[in-house]
C-alpha cells in the first residue's frame, strides 16, 4: 500500500527538498530567499510552479488525452500553463458535447 500522494511520488528530489525548507522556514519566502541567495521574486516563481504542477497531478481526471498533457508538462514539453489551457479547453468542450447528447 502506497503511504505518499501520487504528486509526492512525482516530485524530484529537489522538489522534495524544496518544500522541505519551506516547512522548516514556517513558509517564510523571505527566508527562503535568504536559504537559496536568490530574490524573493525568484521563490515565490519556484513557489508558484511547484504549486502548479502539484495541482496537475492532483487531477483526478484519467482520461488519456489528459494524461499525455500532463506527461508533456511533467517532461517539460509544455509549460504548466499551457498544460492547463488544454486540459481546461479539452474537459470544456466534452461537458459541451456531453450537454448536446453527442
Known amino acids: 500500500m502506497n503511504l505518499y500522494p501520487d504528486w509526492v511520488a512525482a516530485l524530484d528530489a529537489e522538489e522534495l527538498g524544496f518544500i522541505r525548507k519551506f516547512v522548516?522556514?514556517?513558509?517564510?519566502?523571505?527566508e527562503m530567499a535568504k536559504l537559496y541567495g536568490v530574490s524573493y521574486p525568484t521563490v515565490r516563481l519556484r513557489l508558484d510552479r511547484l504549486i502548479q504542477k502539484i495541482q496537475l497531478l492532483e487531477d483526478a481526471a484519467?482520461?488519456?488525452?489528459?494524461?499525455?498533457?500532463?506527461?508533456l508538462a511533467l517532461n517539460e514539453k509544455l509549460d504548466l500553463d499551457t498544460a492547463r489551457l488544454l486540459i481546461q479547453s479539452y474537459r470544456s468542450q466534452q461537458k459541451e458535447e456531453s450537454s448536446h447528447g453527442c
Open 24 to 30: 522548516l522556514a514556517s513558509g517564510s519566502l523571505k
Open 62 to 71: 484519467q482520461d488519456s488525452h489528459v494524461a499525455l498533457i500532463k506527461q
